[in-house]
Nanobody
Framework: QVQVVESGGGLVQAGGSLTLSCAAS?????????MGWYRQAPGTQRELAAA???????DYADSVKGRFTISRDNAKNTIYLQMNDLKPEDTAVYYC???????????????WGQGTQVTVSY
């Protein structure tokens, strides 16, 4: 099993910044490949905000490009999301995802954190 634990989040005014962290652990049989942040606002579907591979390739939603930066510490299986110039429409629950390859079964599994609330006020 892989545990995914998030930290960060909170309430911030528009134009402010926040940093989210996410660590994946319990990986003795697993190799963590891509990790990412997804977000879900009330009444909407969960969407990708940013993702990063263990090789450092990144992907961003168009709505966050230029404002959010995802980074990774492979040694710690930890990712960070630096969010700048936050807007009220960034308000959502942010979920961390880890794609873990199980070397015994030869397949990849998705693991999710419990979610952390980000609220951006006007």
């Amino acid at each position: 099993q892989v545990q995914v634990v998030e930290s960060g989040g909170g309430l911030v005014q528009a134009g402010g910044s926040l940093t989210l962290s996410c660590a994946a652990s319990g990986t003795s049989l697993f190799t963590i490949n891509a990790m990412g942040w997804y977000r879900q606002a009330p009444g909407t579907q969960r969407e990708l905000a940013a993702a990063i591979t263990n090789g450092g390739s990144t992907d961003y939603a168009d709505s966050v490009k230029g404002r959010f930066t995802i980074s990774r510490d492979n040694a710690k299986n930890t990712i960070y999301l630096q969010m700048n110039d936050l807007k009220p429409e960034d308000t959502a629950v942010y979920y961390c995802n880890a794609k873990a390859f199980n070397r015994w079964f030869g397949r990849t599994y998705d693991y999710w954190g419990q979610g952390t609330q980000v609220t951006v006020s006007y």
